[in-house]
């Protein structure tokens, strides 16, 4: 549409015109802020170790096993789980949170819906399963999503219905458990004595408490 009378067109020539593509390319990258990393950066929020945020993952249903490269902050393949299970809830960690093995405080979440890797959601603890993976302490939290209509009501896990407990500690069990064998298998390369009978062990769950505990410990 042409300018309204006795406005003047804006004329652009080779002399007036922006920087060239490249100039413009950096300076749009020296302004850009640096990513925030999800286990140092984000707030592990002012409820915690009751209500907390946490960083998904591996969505509900997945049997590729996806986790944090600690490097970079982003979500890395780690492998395609070895057995016919897939992941029962959905899974990640706590921002902010230092464990024994230097990683930080695993979580099951437990919720209608699978989440996207990389994404994160208010929590709510509602127990602890200790857990044994080759030699080494790898405690669980088991939480349920803070805003699932569904289950934000639980406060403990022993309102959970039996199986859905057995679900959970079977999956652990025989997910580990198929790697430890792979590890073994020497159709695969693998014959390293150092990996051979080691155990897993998936103890008896502890009450809300004992996660608060936990958290509270890795804070």
Known sequence: MAPPLGIASKSFDSDTSHPPLNERII?????????????????????????????VEIGKGSKVKYELDKKTGLIKVDRVLYSSVVYPHNYGFIPRTLCEDSDPMDVLIIMQEPVLPGCFLRAKAIGLMPMIDQGEKDDKIIAVCADDPEYRHYTDIKELPPHRLAEIRRFFEDCILAFSLLLNCPSHGNSDKKNENKEVAVNDFLPAAAAYDAIQHSM
């Open 27 to 55: 300076s749009s990258m020296s302004r850009r802020s640096v990513a925030a990393h999800p286990w140092h950066d984000l707030e592990i929020g002012p409820g915690a170790p009751t209500i907390f945020n946490c960083v």
